[in-house]
């Protein structure tokens, strides 16, 4: 399981996504998966991303129709690895709900 999953929203993205992608590749730290939502593009930003799935095994495709940002970003977040929140930080999450400075409505 990746320690760092990164979702990336796509939508007719042919001129950039290559760039993004090889970003992420170019990184030292290497324990990732980078998820490409593809959100109903007309153009070859899918193909694109295909083409790399063969050299890269961290990287995964999810085609949708056009739906709009927050579904594509949320439809990105489920099919990333299972994740857990760091002790620490559930830890603050308990708490957060019991600060008076914090509203959580």
């Known amino acids: ?3 760092v999953s990164i979702v990336t929203p796509c939508y ?3 001129k950039f996504i290559s760039k993004a992608i090889d970003s ?3 990184q030292t730290f290497t324990d990732w ?3 490409i939502v593809d959100d ?3 153009d070859n930003s899918a193909e694109i991303v295909s083409h790399y799935m063969q050299l890269e095994t961290r990287l995964k495709l999810v085609k949708q129709s056009n739906r709009g940002l ?3 970003r949320n439809n990105g977040l489920k099919a990333s690895s ?3 929140l760091p002790k620490s930080m559930y830890h603050h999450c308990l708490l957060l709900p019991q600060s ?3 509203d959580c409505t």
């Open 1 to 3: 399981m990746p320690q």
């Open 12 to 14: 007719n993205a042919e």
């Open 24 to 26: 992420f590749r170019n």
């Open 33 to 35: 998966e980078h998820i």
């Open 40 to 42: 109903g593009s007309t």
């Open 70 to 72: 927050c579904i594509t």
């Open 82 to 84: 299972p994740w857990k």
């Open 100 to 102: 008076t400075r914090v």
